[in-house]
Nanobody
Framework: QVRLVESGGGLVQAGGSLRLSCVAS????????MGWYRQAPGKQRELVATFTSGGSTVYAGSVKGRFTISRDNAKNTVYLQMSNLKPEDTAVFYC?????????WGQGTQVTVSS
């Protein structure tokens, strides 16, 4: 099994920055890709950014140019650097790890952007 622990959320003013971290533990050898999703109140969970199994990155259009996903394989950690944050970025951000047979989610970390 894979366990994910996120950190780095918080309250920030519009235009500010935050960096989220997600550390994977357990059967990390089984992971093909990792990424970030978010869920705002009353909305469905949506993709923010992810590494594909081939190592490329995919971003939601709403965050392109503002958010950057990166990883440190030695630390089994994936990061999400968020810049120029907007109030509409307010959501619970979830880390996810997946393979062709499983998808695991972290507990989520709250990001609140004030106007």
């Amino acid at each position: 099994q894979v366990r994910l622990v996120e950190s780095g959320g918080g309250l920030v003013q519009a235009g500010g920055s935050l960096r989220l971290s997600c550390v994977a533990s357990g059967s990390t050898f089984s992971i093909d890709g990792m990424g970030w999703y978010r869920q705002a109140p009353g909305k469905q969970r949506e993709l923010v950014a992810t590494f594909t199994s081939g190592g490329s990155t995919v971003y939601a259009g709403s965050v392109k140019g503002r958010f950057t996903i990166s990883r440190d394989n030695a630390k089994n950690t994936v990061y999400l650097q968020m810049s120029n944050l907007k109030p509409e970025d307010t959501a619970v951000f979830y880390c996810t790890a997946y393979s062709n047979v499983m998808r695991t989610w972290g507990q989520g970390t709250q990001v609140t952007v004030s106007s």
